[in-house]
C-alpha cells in the first residue's frame, strides 16, 4: 500500500493497526492536507466490510468537536473501501506510556471524552470501545474520540430507532478486556452507561499509571472487573484527591444504576471539581480537616458563651418590679406623670431593667418630653432583655 496512490490519496507511511482497522497517513492530491486513511485489517475478510461501512456511517452523523471528523468514504481500484478522516497525530495512548498526566489535563480529556459519549448517546450510538488507544488529538491538543468500528455494529443494528439499551445477549461480548463493564462481560443488555463504565477505566488509568481491574489473562481481567473493587486513585496517586476518586469510583459502579445516569452528568461532575465548594471540601479533608474542626468547636463555644452572657435572662430585683408595677398602673389610669417618676425610680433600682425603660419613654412621650423620651428608648434598646 506505501507510496501507492488510491483514488486521489497518496499514501505515506503506516499510522497504526487495531483489531479491525489499518490506518495510513496519506496526502490529498485534490487538496493541501494530509489525511487518515482506515482500511479494514484483512482486505480478504468479508465480514470487515460491512463494519468499516457502518463506522463511516456513524461517523458521519457525529458532527462534534470531540470526535474524529470523517471527509469521505472511498474506493480503491479494486473496490476495497476505506474511511478518509482527518489526521490526528497524537495518540493518549502514547502520552500515556510517557508518564502520568497531570490531573488538570486528566480532567480535560475526560470531560471531552464525556462530551463527546453525550453527543453520540443523545444520537442514539454507543461507542462500546472507549479506551486511550481509541483517543487521539490535533496537533493543538484538541482531544477527539476514535474508532466507532464496534459502535458501528451497533448503529446498524437497533440503536437507529433511539433505543437507549441494546440487547447484547445474542452477541459475543463487545468490546476490549479491561474496559468492559460487567454487564457487558455477562452480556446483558448494554447502555450509555456501559459507555460510562469504559470511561471510568480510562480515567482510573490516566490518574494512577495502573489498570482498574489487571490480570494476566482475560479471564482475569474478567474476573476482577465482575468482583473487585479497586482502590481510590488517590492511593496511588495523593494529587487525585477525594472528589476525583468519587467521581472515578462512582463511574467503575458494578451495578448500572449506581454509576452517573449519562455522560452529561459526568462533564458536569468534572466540572465541579473547579467549584469553590469542591475545592474547599478536599482542602478540609485528612489531617487539615481535624484542625479546621478544632477551631471550629472553639470559636463555636467562645461564641455560646458570649452569646449566654449577653442574652441571658435577666432577673429583676424584687424593688424595681415594685416601681414597675405601679408605673405600669398609672400609664393604665393616664397619670403619665406619676408613671415617669416611678418608672425612674424601677430604672434606678435596676439599670437593666429593659421593660421599665421602654415604658418610661412611652410617659415622657405622652407629656411631651419628646428628648427624655428618646433616651430612654434609647437605654432600653441598648440592655440585655429583661423580664
Ligand atoms: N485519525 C487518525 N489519525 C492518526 N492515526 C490514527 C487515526 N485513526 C486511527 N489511527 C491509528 O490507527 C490505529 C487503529 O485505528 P482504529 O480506528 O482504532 O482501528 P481499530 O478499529 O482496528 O481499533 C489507532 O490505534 C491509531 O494508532
Ligand atoms: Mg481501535
Not at 23 to 33: G, I, K, Q, S
Not at 39 to 47: G, N
Not at 161 to 181: L, R
Not at 215 to 230: R, V
Request: glycine fraction near 8%.
Amino acid at each position: 500500500m506505501l507510496g501507492k496512490t488510491v483514488s486521489h490519496y497518496r499514501v505515506l507511511r503506516k499510522l497504526g493497526e487495531g483489531g479491525m482497522g489499518v490506518v495510513y497517513e496519506a496526502e490529498d492530491e485534490n487538496l493541501p492536507r494530509r489525511v487518515a486513511l482506515k482500511f479494514c485489517s484483512a482486505a480478504q475478510d468479508p465480514q470487515l466490510r460491512p463494519s468499516l461501512l457502518r463506522e463511516a456511517h456513524a461517523l458521519c452523523s457525529l458532527k462534534h468537536p470531540n470526535i474524529a471528523e470523517v471527509y469521505e468514504l472511498g474506493q480503491t481500484g479494486e473496490g476495497e473501501p476505506f474511511i478518509v478522516m482527518e489526521l490526528l497525530p497524537d495518540g493518549l495512548s502514547g502520552r500515556l506510556r510517557n508518564g502520568r498526566p497531570a490531573i488538570r489535563e486528566t480532567r480535560r480529556v475526560v470531560a471531552a471524552i464525556a462530551m463527546a459519549s453525550e453527543h453520540a448517546h443523545n444520537k442514539g450510538i454507543l461507542h462500546r470501545d472507549i479506551k486511550p488507544s481509541n483517543v487521539r488529538m490535533t496537533e493543538t491538543g484538541q482531544v477527539k474520540v476514535t474508532d466507532f468500528g464496534l459502535a458501528a455494529a451497533v448503529y446498524g443494528a437497533a440503536v437507529v430507532s433511539q433505543q437507549s439499551t441494546i440487547p447484547t445477549a445474542k452477541e459475543q461480548a463487545v468490546g476490549t478486556p479491561g474496559f468492559m463493564a460487567p454487564e457487558v462481560i455477562r452480556r446483558e443488555a448494554a447502555d450509555r452507561r456501559s459507555d460510562l463504565f469504559s470511561l471510568g477505566c480510562l480515567l482510573y488509568e490516566m490518574l494512577t499509571g495502573k489498570a482498574a481491574f489487571p490480570g494476566k489473562t482475560h479471564g482475569e481481567i474478567y474476573e476482577n472487573t465482575l468482583k473487585s473493587e479497586p482502590a481510590p486513585p488517590s492511593s496511588s496517586n495523593p494529587a487525585a484527591g477525594p472528589a476525583l476518586d468519587r467521581v472515578t469510583l462512582k463511574l467503575l459502579e458494578k451495578r448500572p444504576e449506581d454509576r452517573y445516569q449519562s455522560a452529561g452528568e459526568v462533564v458536569a461532575a468534572l466540572e465541579a471539581l473547579d467549584s469553590p465548594v469542591v475545592v474547599w471540601r478536599s482542602w478540609l479533608d485528612g489531617r487539615r480537616r481535624m484542625l479546621v474542626y478544632g477551631v471550629a468547636v472553639w470559636m463555636v463555644g467562645f461564641l455560646a458563651v458570649f452569646l449566654w452572657n449577653r442574652l441571658r435572662v435577666h432577673v429583676v430585683p424584687q424593688q424595681a418590679r415594685y416601681w414597675y408595677d405601679r408605673g405600669i398602673a398609672s400609664i393604665a389610669e393616664g397619670s403619665y406623670f406619676n408613671a415617669t417618676k416611678q418608672l425612674t425610680e424601677a430604672v434606678k433600682s435596676d439599670p437593666d431593667f429593659s421593660m421599665a425603660r421602654a415604658h418610661l419613654a412611652e410617659a415622657w412621650d405622652e407629656i411631651e418630653y419628646s428628648e427624655l423620651a428618646k433616651e430612654a428608648l434609647l437605654q432600653a434598646t441598648r440592655g440585655p432583655p429583661s423580664l
